[in-house]
Nanobody, 118 residues
Framework: QVQLVESGGGLVQAGGSLRLSCAAS????????MGWFRQAPGKEREFVAH???????YYADSVKGRFTISRDNAKNTVYLQMNSLKPEDTAVYYC????????????WGQGTQVTVSS
């Protein structure tokens, strides 16, 4: 019912910055939580960050202080600002939406590749 489309991925040098966007279908979109996940080659998918409907954020320790998640409900878009990127940040990044307060995710995007070179 809801489609999520990530954009903004690409190739960046270590120490650089990149901003990912995730646009949800429709001009009206409401969710309890929007989250970012990533999956590197040979690794399990891992949580990166989430933002609640009220704007409260939560980050994985690995990205805390470097990444910032934000949300623009009017544009049905969630962002992930990534600073001080490291090669270990290289992964496919996925956004997801959870409609309920149980913190489960009901919709997922196709993912966008982020590659950080040394």
């Amino acid at each position: 019912q809801v489609q999520l489309v990530e954009s903004g991925g690409g190739l960046v040098q270590a120490g650089g910055s990149l901003r990912l966007s995730c646009a949800a279908s429709g001009r009206t979109f409401s969710s309890y939580v929007m989250g970012w996940f990533r999956q590197a080659p040979g690794k399990e998918r891992e949580f990166v960050a989430h933002i609640l409907w009220n704007g409260n954020n939560y980050y994985a320790d690995s990205v805390k202080g470097r990444f910032t998640i934000s949300r623009d409900n009017a544009k049905n878009t969630v962002y992930l600002q990534m600073n001080s990127l490291k090669p270990e940040d290289t992964a496919v990044y996925y956004c997801a939406a959870g409609l309920n307060s149980d913190y489960t995710y009901d919709y997922w995007g196709q993912g966008t590749q982020v590659t950080v070179s040394s």
